[in-house]
């Protein structure tokens, strides 16, 4: 059975500051991999989605990579803004879509 | 904790048919379930957001008729896709959060496939 792990759990950083989100996988065998934020109370937003034939998708201040064969994903996060306040969920698709648990990241003004 | 059993996980039938997906808490009250759908190659897609004992809020271009959401109870929602058709073909998941600021759980998954 997949299982998906984000690393850290929270995440506490001043206003302006890079950062990296990391998701693992322990089934390489996957359709794609997707990064979404969660507001609270909300549904998902669907920020990146690599397929698995893909190494990174850019969207802004965003860019995700994929490294299917060590079964890794990072978000990268460019100059970080209160605004980006949220927990940001990976997960990934095979026979079903499994989620890792999120990270919630704090940007501080 | 925190399961989020979702059935049925694999649906085949043929166009026309009005197909139910469950979605049960298993060991927390759900104040809120969210239904999600996915075509394939394409990103997860919020479709409506249930709370317990009222209407569900849609998302823009999302058919409430097509799309039956029924949040009766604490612990189960039901998603009715009526008379459906093979451009209904998806990805379906739901999710679950005791309330409001707290973590949404997911079921697995439900994959429908219209003939």
């Known amino acids: 059975k997949q299982e998906v792990t984000q690393i850290p759990a929270a995440l506490s950083v001043p206003e302006g500051e890079n950062l990296v989100l990391n998701c693992s996988f322990t089934d390489s065998a996957i359709y794609n991999l997707q990064w979404f934020r969660q507001d609270p109370g909300k549904g998902l937003t669907s920020l990146l989605l690599?397929?698995?034939?893909?190494r990174e998708q850019t969207s802004g201040r965003l860019n995700a990579s994929l490294d299917k064969s060590s079964g890794r994903s990072t978000l990268y996060i460019a100059a970080s803004q209160p605004g980006d306040s949220a927990t940001y969920l990976c997960a990934v698709m095979g026979n079903d879509m499994r989620f890792g648990a999120g990270t919630r990241l704090t940007v501080k003004p | 904790g925190a399961v989020v059993s979702q059935h049925p996980s694999w649906v085949i039938c043929k166009s026309g048919t009005s197909v139910k997906i469950e979605c049960r808490s298993l060991d927390f009250q759900a104040t809120t379930m969210f239904w999600y759908r996915q075509f394939p190659k394409q990103s997860l897609m919020l479709m409506a957001t249930s709370n317990e004992g009222s209407k569900a809020t849609y998302e823009q271009g999302v058919e409430k008729d097509k799309f039956l959401i029924n949040h009766a109870s604490l612990t189960l929602s039901t998603l009715t896709v009526t008379s459906a058709h093979p451009e209904d073909s998806s990805f379906y998941i739901c999710s679950a959060s005791p309330g409001i600021q707290q973590p949404q759980h997911f079921g697995d998954g439900t994959r429908l496939s219209i003939l």
């Open positions: 690599i397929q698995s034939s893909q």
